[in-house]
């Protein structure tokens, strides 16, 4: 039995065309092994499009990507391009667009990759960031610009219906790892209104998984313990833009971004979810074969896994450990990762 | 030549009265040696009263504060009262009433104390948060709570008056400082209103200050530096919320939050400043005598500073570091610990 996936590509900026193509291999190579092909779509869409013709996502083109079975994304953002163009016009309208409701962002600490921090305990957590509203809405504007009389807002939109159905995807996460354990990070001391949203939402849904253990915190003391006790995290659940930062952060201290692999899930089986590294384009290493391409790796994992492809998944998963545990910080290219992760998961 | 100042005490909650004892010690003994006085009036506000006759931060109260020449504040959070009654009721409205538009808060890592990370570096930067607009002005709300269509909202509120204010004084600090560096933070990728406004000021002011080098770095990332790189750091200048996060991890990096300082400036002195450490109120260890009581001590330090005390906040700065450099591991209570602080800012 053979099967096949329609796979919409967007390399997009920096580095994501170089990642991405690892990532390609890695997935070509794997499907073989496993029955499984990738019928690939290329979009060419990012800083060069947009600096050629103006377009960051035209509608033809979303709807061309709606027709795919999912999307691997590499990175977008260049600084030639006004901040947020193409993170707002591109990026998150793909997001938004598609419904991507569960921002899936796990951590862990290869025991063989250093990190940061001194006694980082055995750390294995996932994020759950709510991909569609928060500050991320675009609901804000500016009044009288340039002049000293300026007034920029930005609204935080949070709904019953978009916070619950995040909530419930977490708990169901949680229920099913052996820890059973979901923390609320938000800040409802003060963000009062969104933050009760939250609150009673994660209080509600509670009572349908009696078995998970619900923990609630403000997202500057969550920052402090992701340093100072992060194997303390199972799931976490949290709104989009406390998401970006807490995700950041938990890259850092589980050996870098270069690890750091996410999924932007609809669970709607129709509507195509979008899989890529939490990194950016970093455009600073763009094209010289510098980058790590393994949390691009991870996530068409990532992408595998919500196929239910979890043989693709988990011999892409193993083929990225064995390649961690025996790194031995010397210098590779990223094809040279890419290649060396590609011969593990054809083995 | 001896100079009285006249001291407003809120004590709060948890474990807030305890530090501020300590402290309020540790400032007597100061202005001892220094020919100053602090003539002190200490406030019955928080959880407490709040439960006793329902006020949070009455009006006649806000005045008697008012007419005081600085306030020390412990900390001001219960678990008993529902989550941002005291917060912005009390907390909150001091700053934004006092108008206190600098939120000050020092990082220093002391060779002495542990930090989580692995090889922190020479880390000794301050991050300018601002501290009356972005998402704390509770211009939010929400319509047909507890119902599935509830949609709550939280606005963050931006202007030119607010950011360039903030902006100058984080400039100024920088340029007094030896490495003359400033970094803002925002998310500018995103929040494009609210980031546009902060960056083209933080542009616009840099023209007055051309020794200052400028960075900016979305605040995603400067977690991620705060735990790889803190050392990068001179000033930081951000908004309200990011400021809050960014301060607490800086925290934790540092040593923890029983180091942590911070003062709310009004540069207007006619207006009380308000010092207070970056801890919250700790309630499982209030009453125990548990708390580390030299964040609190520290702000004192800051308060002596902003009234131009600068032989007393030095004096305290000396003994706490004298203090923290024998520091062995072995637990004291809160009164020793401001004892032996005392002992040697008398000395
Ligand atoms: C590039 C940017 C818009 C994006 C975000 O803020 O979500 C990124 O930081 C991420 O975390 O995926
Ligand atoms: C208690 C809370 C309202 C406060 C804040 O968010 O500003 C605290 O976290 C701080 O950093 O001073």
Redesign the interface.
Known sequence: MSKNFKLAVVGGDGIGPEVTAEALKVLDAVSATQGITFDKTEFDLGAARWHKTGDTLPDEELEAIRGHDAILLGAI?DPTVP??VL??GLL?KLRFTLDHYVNLRPSKIYPSV??????PGEVDFVVVREGTEG??V?N???L??????????????????GV?RVVRDAFARAQARPRRKLTLVH???????????W??TVDAVATEFPEVAVDYLH???A??F???DPARFDVIVTDN?FG??L???A???TG??GLAASANINPDRSVPSMFEPVH?SAPDIAGQQKADPTAAILSAALLCEHLGLVGAARAIEAAVTADIEERTGAPRTTAEIGDAITKRAAG
């Open positions: 953002g901040s947020g993170e707002r998150l250093g990190s940061p921090l001194a006694n500050p991320y675009g804000g504007g500016a009288r610009v340039g002049t000293p009389a300026e007034i920029a807002t930005e609204v935080s939109v949070n709904t019953a219906y619950e800040k409802n001391n003060v963000l009062v209104h969104a933050g009760h949203l609150k009673r997202v500057d003391a920052t402090i992701l340093v100072t833009l970006d930062i995700t950041d952060l890259a850092a201290i870098g971004i950016g």
